[in-house]
C-alpha cells in the first residue's frame, strides 16, 4: 500500500450483500379490463440496508472522510461464518460511498482476505494506489498532430 488515507477496525460481524428483490406489479380489473394500480419494484433486502448504515455510521464515527481521485481498499473480514468473499466486499464498498469517497467507480484496486476467527470484525483501509505503469507508458511515445 502507498500512502494510507484512513484506515478502521469495524466491530461488526461481515455480512454479504443481499441480492436485490423484486416486489411483483400490482393489478385489478375495472370494466373487464386488466389495469395496473402498482408497478414493479426492486428493493435491497432490510438485512443488507440495515449493515451498510451500521457500517456507514461506524466510518464516520472513525473520521473518514470522502476523497477525490482513484483510491484502493484493502478490507480483512475476520468471521466464523461461511460467506463469499466478492459480496462482502460489495456490502463495503457500497456502505463507504459518500463517506470514504464519492463513488465506487473512484475504487481502482482491491485487497480482499477472510480470516476465519473471532471476534467478527472487518479491517478497513483506504489508500492511494501506486500510479498505474501501462498508463505511463501510453503516455510515451504519444505525439500530438
Not at 450483500?17 to 411483483?24: H, L, N
Not at 419494484?41 to 455510521?57: C, L
Not at 484496486?109 to 505503469?133: K, L, N
Not at 507508458?137 to 498532430?145: A, C, D, E, L
Amino acid at each position: 500500500m502507498d500512502e494510507v488515507l484512513f484506515e478502521t477496525t469495524i466491530d461488526l460481524p461481515p455480512v454479504p450483500k443481499g441480492r436485490p428483490r423484486t416486489s411483483p406489479a400490482t393489478f385489478v380489473v375495472i370494466k373487464g379490463k386488466r389495469v395496473k394500480v402498482k408497478a414493479a419494484h426492486t428493493y435491497t433486502p432490510e438485512t443488507t440496508r440495515a449493515f451498510e448504515a451500521k457500517v456507514a455510521w461506524a466510518l464516520r464515527a472513525a473520521g473518514a472522510k470522502p476523497v477525490e481521485g482513484p483510491v484502493g481498499v484493502d478490507l480483512t473480514f475476520h468471521t466464523t461464518r461461511r460467506g463469499d468473499a466478492d459480496n462482502m466486499l460489495k456490502a463495503m464498498l457500497d456502505a463507504a460511498i459518500g463517506i470514504c469517497y464519492g463513488d465506487d467507480a473512484q475504487v481502482v484496486d482491491i485487497g480482499v482476505h477472510i480470516r476465519r476467527d473471532a471476534p467478527p470484525r472487518i479491517d478497513m483501509a483506504v489508500y492511494r494506489p501506486p500510479p498505474d505503469p501501462a498508463a505511463e507508458r501510453k503516455s510515451v511515445g504519444t505525439r500530438s498532430r
